[in-house]
């Protein structure tokens, strides 16, 4: 996610990672499956891990995949997949599973040069998985649950590291917890939250609302990298939003 500018604002940009990921110049395409690669390897590696494997497999069978997205050039096929950078990836790791069960099966492993890029997985991969009960859920609503919950991280890192540059770290951290519980004031104590920070009521009210405000805006902007149009944008969110009802 892009850092605020000098004066505070938050960057829009059209240049989407699914557009950087299909760039024809190599190296742009390469840091963009870098980017894609330490963003969301941990909701590929549940799905793979859903689906039967241990730990040192699903590594594998991760590295393997994501090595493979460039140099099979497989990436031209996000728009068979509703422009969905999710859609595209799940269904993609699917088929590379089944093709390296199958080559398994015939004892054919074979290793797939990572060329160039950093693919270097959390070192407490495994200990998360298991921390983090799945419950009955299948792999495919594990995997956009575990896709919303990464990219919801990312939104609010952004939105802290947004308030922290323009010297209001004591507003957002005083608004934290009403942000995380749903974003209404309801259940808290606004007059006291307000009296701490040496600010009205009303003026706590506003800052809540710009706050709320910016968290839509950035996560728009983080949703907008990985679908290919404006108009899916609602959409993936109100889908992803699904995702985590019952968590």
Known sequence: MNSPNANGQMPSTDWTLIARLQSTDSATSTRALDELCQQYHYPLYCLIRS???AHHDAEDALHDFLAKLLRLDSLKGIDQEKGRLRTFLA?????SLITRHHRESRRERREVPAEGLSLTFDADLA??????????LPPDKLFDRKWCEQMLRRVFRGLQDHYHRRGKHRLFES???ILLSGGSLR???PAGIAAALDMSEPALRTALVRLLRDYRRLLEREVRQTVE???DV???ITE???????S
């Open 51 to 53: 689906r039967g494997l």
């Open 175 to 177: 608004l934290r917890p």
């Open 240 to 246: 992803l939003m699904r995702s985590m009802e019952g």
């Open 127 to 136: 200990d998360r998985y298991a921390s983090e009960a799945a419950g009955d």
């Open 91 to 95: 269904k993609a790791l699917e088929r």
């Open 187 to 189: 259940g808290h104590d």
């Open 234 to 236: 609602n959409a993936e």
């Open 229 to 231: 149009s404006k108009e």
